[in-house]
């Protein structure tokens, strides 16, 4: 092997023991410390003279080595945070964003510690404006590599925009429909890169793309599969409830959480996350799906709940269903998963619900007024939820769709893009609390106010 191999093979081996672990704009590294430099080669050590000491390193004949002498020593791996990004909008008291805001007058604090900002991007109009240059990582231990190479500034957005068919009601399928022409003549612009994903039949899978006409031919294939109220009531009942209800939820949160994840490679770029959506309610219309059971089954519910013979009538009766109990606290689990990835990728969630204001169901479904209010209400919770904790907002239980998508615009196009490395080196400490202030008199600022370190990042420390 001749020597121009053997360096090349040795490049590889130690690019291959670098591992980038990334989420929110955080990424970690570790790498093999540099092995010392071998000593030249020479002849077996002379025992000294009679009555003459061992030199420093050797051993006198027939000693025992020490412990650890002569075994080979482990490499220890180490492993650091650099760069965390979080995005902020500040805003005037006329709601007017505010675009000659100077670096020394935010102020980021992790866990109430202050950070240094390192970086300082305006995006302005659509546009990146580097203002500061983060600066190489804090040396570690290790393998050094080189700087990377700079790129240009990218003049658009990225947007994701998630069409979960299996939650939006068929007989709303035009108003949808409009919706998402207005998405595409108000949101999207020349030049923004977006990718649009549905969760059932309208089968749509477009991959990241700058073509806009292939979001108008997408528009054509939308249309609404959710489940009727009536068909919620009276569905199969599994041992969790509705069946039928949590396996549509799994497949939209499970499409959305790999969604986040994929685009969560795209660096320094804010990226807007378009929810179309009725939103979920793990445990809709219980009375009236109880007192189905009770009526089918001839005054039992059919082992569903707990075996018993409870009475729909009975107040108590919905709180002892079995598996039943749980039903919010699941959900509120799927919610924080997905929440956590977004701000680990630095996603924000736009949720919209075109349902628009809901008054009362429809004639032909037979279910309570009170019950129904109740699957609105918490439905709507559910996408405000995912808004909220995303450093997004929700456009609910509203007609004007126009006045939302053009506050989206907005949002995605103005924005500062801030970074700092993080001095926390805990790495046990997952959830990281973020705040964003602005030192000038009537301005508020918008900001996702956490992040967490990704699962690969804690385990490899």
């Known amino acids: ?56 390193g050797q051993r006198a004949r027939g000693q025992r080595p020490a412990e650890g002498e002569g075994q080979k020593k482990k490499p220890t791996f180490r492993t650091g945070v650099t760069l965390v990004t979080t995005d902020a909008t500040p805003r005037d008291s006329r709601g007017q964003f505010v675009a000659d805001l100077k670096v020394d007058e ?61 939650h939006l009601d068929f007989r709303n399928t035009g108003r949808i429909r409009e919706l998402f022409k ?37 528009i054509e294939r939308i249309s609404g599969s959710a489940l009727r109220p009536t068909e919620i009531v009276e569905g199969p009942e599994g041992a969790e409830g509705p069946s039928e209800l949590r396996y549509r939820a799994h497949v939209a949160f499970s499409t959305a959480y790999d969604l986040v994840r994929d685009f969560g490679k795209v660096e320094n770029r804010r990226k807007a996350f ?43 009766a919905i709180y002892r269903r079995q598996g039943q109990q749980f039903a919010d606290a699941d959900l509120v689990r799927e919610l924080a998963e997905l929440t956590r990835a977004c701000n680990r990728s630095n996603v924000t969630i736009y949720t919209i619900d075109p349902r628009g204001l809901v008054g009362m169901p429809d004639l032909d479904e037979n279910v309570d007024m009170t019950e129904f209010g109740d699957y609105i ?49 805990d790495p046990t400490k997952r959830l990281r609390k973020v705040e964003v202030n602005v030192n000038r008199p009537k301005v508020t600022v918008r900001y996702r106010n956490s992040y967490t370190l990704s699962p690969e990042a804690t385990s490899s420390r």
Do not use: W
């Open 182 to 218: 207005k998405i595409s003549t108000t949101l999207v612009h020349e030049g923004d890169m977006f990718a649009v994903v549905s969760t059932g039949p309208s089968s749509l899978a477009i991959d990241p793309t700058y073509d806009r006409r292939r979001l108008d031919d997408a």
């Open 377 to 425: 209400r918490k439905s709507q919770d559910s996408l405000r939820v995912l808004a909220e904790e995303t450093g997004g907002f929700a456009v609910v239980n509203q007609n004007d769709f126009d006045q939302g998508l053009k506050r989206i615009d907005a949002e995605t196009s103005d924005y500062y893009m801030l970074g700092y490395y993080s001095s926390n080196p």
């Open 274 to 316: 378009i929810y179309v959506s009725n939103g979920y309610d793990f445990d809709p219309f219980p009375r009236g799906r109880l007192k189905h059971q009770y009526e089918r089954y001839g005054g039992y519910t059919g082992g569903v709940y707990d075996g018993e013979d409870m009475n729909p009538e009975d107040p108590s």
């Open 1 to 56: 092997m001749t020597r121009s191999q053997s360096l090349a093979r040795a490049a590889v081996c130690s690019f291959a023991c670098v591992v980038f672990a990334t989420g929110s704009g955080v990424q970690s590294s570790q790498a093999p410390p540099q092995a010392p430099p071998q000593a030249p080669r020479q002849g077996p050590p002379q025992a000294p003279a009679r009555g003459e000491q061992p030199a420093q």
């Open 106 to 166: 935010f102020e980021i604090l992790e866990d109430g510690v202050k950070q240094e900002i390192v970086s300082f991007t305006l995006v302005h109009g659509g546009r990146n404006y580097n203002l500061l240059e983060p600066p190489p990582p804090p040396p570690q231990e290790g393998l050094l590599l080189p700087q990377s190479m700079p790129t240009n500034d990218a003049a658009g957005r990225v947007l994701i925009i998630f069409v979960d068919d299996l």
